[in-house]
């Protein structure tokens, strides 16, 4: 018996090594570019040989990417507390009560996890033009509080049909009015599973690369993907390499944090939201 | 006949946290549902209104930012109307449809974007399920795989892809030298097979996670059953675990058509098309925002919802994917 | 401490469908009721009319002489207990006790006395500092006990609080209710849909089916003067038998032979409309080993002869089970009892007759065995209506009683 379940352990040990080798290499990769300096650059060595930050010190000197830091800061982070209060106050709605049109709620939010966003991009780019949201802030939150809400709904629901309600009804019988009830017994259970949603939405915002290419023209709104795809073609770099891998290793070590401190949370979190019934 | 034998929720708390929800045992199930929503307000008008005024403003966005924009996309794509050329602006019926639909350009995106839906998605079927197997089944280092495998489904796909293309380029990437001395970046073949590869490594943990959900909804005991009855490990992935998974392969399956359907960032960053090797959505962006051309953009954006359309209908009807959610309110 | 009296009370949800019809019920200051029944027969319901969780459609509640329909629970000044205990989980033990306290506003120094003398009675001191999820299912359901007994209230209500713990630690925390509500002596509630909880517990029992109350009393009158088929079927474990009869010539023809009958049951089956069929209950442990009585209780009853099916030894007597010919009885409430002990759809093979025979008895599997039974112990019920036609003046006295 001891000899199987080595030998199994082994088996799965190999496994798992494959599977964070496959997930991590891009990652350590861009991480190993970022840090090699513009001699040593081109040798194609997966590790450097010569370890610099001045990669790190050129993007975060230029107004381009410290102007699309922010962007990309502000604009997620409003995206998600809006998504995150109106999809909390609908996932309610789905989960503790009875009304018409539920059904289609949950209906339109399906469509829209699985509308082509391309489709959006025509129109939105003409109407925020007229409308004067084009290159705005407003202009690219607008479209993530769309496109995140099906996906807050879905995991908030799932959690809050996990919360078990009876707490409500003892909070009463404990002499709690309505809002004490809520404030001092739900919230509190509640939090996790916001906080998880506001994650995931984050993430969603963070990512976007369609919609911020296409309605922004300048810094004023320019997110960070944006302006890594613009290094390119930028004359104030030599060779733009070194400072877009910089730019992309600080814009994913946020993802990294939350993936390092909340795994169990996103994958109870997709998994919940993603897969009912 | 013992009238007393049945413990009242028996079904609860078995595993021993709180439910919550076993203490309606005793009420009928179809008016256990609605109390067990709302104990307290009785007026199902109130609840009506409450349920009614929380849903509205997310309803309201969301339609606001797809429906409105959808049909202004139809109206546009009857008219010419380019930008550089606003006086020519014109209502001109469906002859943008018909310039799209005749020109090779679409055609060749069209069918790069289905030759990536259909083979990324198979693949990463096949490399799901053995991900989600892992992840679900590992005996040692459980956590480490999930949050390694979280990674690629958590970054930023610019920075990936800038990581494959850089990966690839002669000189510079541990990979260039792989199979040939030529850059592979700029043949064509290569360029899509880079393409699919960067897609793949980012969406397979998504698809992974939802097989896993399907793989967790598989009863440990019909597993233990199965192998008493005599089925091999094959045996028992095949003809116990895939049955109950199949409305969550489905479902998974659906969303991830859809999404790869919508290929851009990996395309924009490694070739921006170049070498006939742009998608539907890269086609409909040049278009708009390079070329300015409303008119012919916002027909490409109706042609891509309506196949999207097509895709999902055939999924739903042909094989009966249950939406997440359709089912709500009728089980638990 | 306070009376609790239920007047009329009826609840109508709004999909048409009545929950509770009409209840009337007057609970003593410090009386343990038991509300008992089936699966969907109203007991929570009232309960959660009682708590102010629901409200109440029509008739009056009255706590403490004062209507408290309109009132919020937290106006009422009772506890309760839930199925689930529904402990709050971010909360320590000794948060999840004090946070009614503390809602009421008392200063720290007298919560913390209260919570400490609480967790004293309920064997608690130890775990103050725990959460929830840290304790075993009996010790949670202490906690939930400490969090209602904390604040003294008015009155307990208490929703199949015993029904998540496994067997054992329920017939001990049953006598822990036990002790400690006679200590308290706070007027309690208690909904169960175990009827040897409802049997054990409570000063009265009200067994309800259909939301409307079947009848009223201490355990002990239940189970000798059962008012209908309902009451007899429910109470009693393992429960009663029910056999078809048929009313011939002054006696009744059984599948265990002819019964006779006394005159009282006679002038009740000499009606026009008296029913001709009727259903025949002995309980089990009515019948006993033929071999194994003495004369003078050989009169008192009659005897039979059926096939042996099973035999199961519970060292202080022995259940065995007979194959008797003939028909099932067969009315309304039987199926909602077979229906409620989940074997609706599954009879078993024949008709089998449970009886409770001493120790001592030789019986195997597989003879046939000579059995008595006590005919003034057997009840007779009109199948149509479910009526117990033995009862006199809320007496049963068997059929033969003159």
Known sequence: MADTTTRAKVRWGLLDVAVVVFALTPVLWIMSLSFKTPATLTDGKFIPREWTLENYRTIFATDQFVRALVNSIGIALIATVIAVVLGAMAAYAISRLDFPGKRVLIGVSLLIAMFPQVSLVSPLFEIERQLGLFDTWPGLILPYITFALPLAIYTLSAFFKQIPWDLEKAAKMDGATQGQAFRRVIAPLAAPGLFTTAILVFIFCWNDFLFAISLTSTERSRTVPVALSFFTGASQFEDPTGAICAAAVVITVPIILFVLFFQRRIVSGLTSGAVKG | MSVNATPAGADVAADGTETGGGRQAAVPAQRTRRRGKVPLSENKRAERKLGLLLCAPAALVMLAVTAYPILYSVWLSLQRYDLRFPAEREFIGLQNYVTVLTNEFWWTAFGVTMLITVVTVAVELVLGMGLALIMHRTLVGRGIVRTSALIPYGIVTVVAAFSWRYAWTPGTGYLANLFSDGAPLTERASSLAIIMLAEIWKTTPFMALLLMAGLALVPEDLLKAASTDGATAWQRFTKVMLPVMKPAILVALLFRTLDAFRVFDNIYVLTAGANETSSVSMIAYNNLIRGLNLGIGSTMSVLIFITVAIIAFIFVKLFGTAAPGSDDGERR | ?402
């Open chain 3, 1 to 402: 401490m306070a009376d609790i009296v239920l007047d009329k009370v009826s609840k109508k949800f709004p999909d048409g469908t009545t929950a509770v019809r009409d209840v009337d019920l007057e609970i003593a200051d410090g009386e343990f009721v038991i509300l008992v029944g089936p699966s969907g027969c109203g007991k929570s319901t009232t309960l959660n009319m009682i708590a102010g969780l629901e409200d109440i459609s029509s008739g009056e509640l009255r706590i403490a002489g004062e209507r408290v329909n309109d009132k919020a629970p937290r106006d009422r000044d009772i506890a309760m207990v839930f199925q689930s205990y529904a402990l709050y989980p971010n909360m320590t033990v000794r948060e999840n006790m004090a946070f009614p306290l503390r809602l009421a506003k008392l200063d720290k120094e007298t919560i913390n006395q209260k919570v400490d003398q609480a967790a004293k009675v309920l064997e608690l001191t130890s775990l103050l500092d725990r959460k929830p999820a840290n304790l075993s299912g009996g010790q949670r359901q202490r906690v939930a006990m400490g969090r209602a007994i904390v604040r003294q209230p008015k009155a307990f209500l208490m929703d199949e609080p015993l029904s998540n713990l496994d067997a054992k630690l329920r017939v001990q925390m049953r006598t822990v209710v036990s002790r400690l509500q006679k200590q308290l002596a706070t007027t309690t509630v208690y909904v169960t849909h175990d009827q040897t909880e409802a049997m054990t517990l409570g000063d009265r029992v009200v067994i309800m089916r259909g939301g409307a109350i079947q009848q009223v009393g201490p355990p002990q009158e239940l189970y000798d003067h059962p008012r209908n088929l309902f009451v007899a079927g429910f109470i009693g474990s393992p429960s009663m038998n029910f056999l078809t009869a048929t009313v011939e010539e002054g006696t009744l023809r059984t599948s265990l032979g002819e019964v006779p009958i006394g005159d009282r049951v006679r002038r009740e089956l000499e009606g026009a409309d008296a029913p001709r069929e009727l259903i025949l209950g002995i309980r089990p442990e009515h019948f006993e080993d033929a071999d194994l009585i003495d004369e003078e209780t050989r009169r008192r009853g009659m005897e039979f002869t059926a096939p042996v099916d099973i035999v199961e030894s519970m060292g202080s007597d022995k259940y065995v089970y007979l194959s008797v010919e003939g028909e099932r009885a067969t009315s309304a409430e039987l199926e909602e009892l077979a229906a409620d002990a989940g074997a609706a759809d599954f009879s078993g093979a024949g008709s089998n007759l449970v009886t409770r025979l001493s120790a001592e008895s030789t019986v195997t599997e597989g003879e046939d065995r000579r059995v008595w039974f006590n005919l003034e112990k057997i009840h007779l019920f009109d199948p149509s209506d479910g009526r117990n036609l033995t009862l006199h003046e809320g007496r049963a006295a068997g059929a033969l009683a003159d």
